[in-house]
């Protein structure tokens, strides 16, 4: 079973996100974490985004709901970034379950709450109505495995964040008949995600 998508689709998708942090424990970088956000904010802006025509830096920190990461971006056939840091970080949503920001390029979850009454909370995303189905991230109280990840959450063409699927490596056990496991090194990792490692059970 392969998943084939040209590399021109891969290139466009793959978001470094690199060093997460919360607000407040900046001062606990160190020096070196330091120096790097202050060259990053003293670098120029060399990119005008194509997509949202803002100037921007490739990398830099993307902020959203007090948390900050380090984001690399990818750049479109033309070289340039699609879109700036500042409307990367504006497309962050929160998870419904621990209601910390699910920025661009992080894998995500799709499930249902358990209680009918479940309210869903502000900036989450539902991603179907019935049933109810959630956005949620792939952190450790809010999946059980790597194996729950169902997609990335990645900038859709009208500069909100949307949900890009992908099999999770459950769902490609199951198209497969049940027979057979997939290997997954990083559940992060969307280049593996559409190209998955799937070993057949010859039995
Ligand atoms: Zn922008
Ligand atoms: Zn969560």
New binding site residues.
Partial sequence: MTFLVGEDKLFKTVFDNQIAHRKGEVEEMGLLGMLFLKLSVLSPLRYT?AK?G?R?RRRGPVSAFGQTIETKMPLNEKGVPE??L??IGKMAIKCPWCEQPIFIGEPITLFSPARDDFQVPENTVVYREEPLTLVGCLGVGCADTGADRAGFWLPGEDGRGQVFRVPSPLEMIFASGGAGMVIVDDVGDIKEALNPRFIPDDE
Avoid: L, M, N, V
Wanted: negative net charge; glycine residues 0%; proline residues 0%.
């Fill in positions: 985004a949202c803002h921007t879109w700036c500042d409307c």
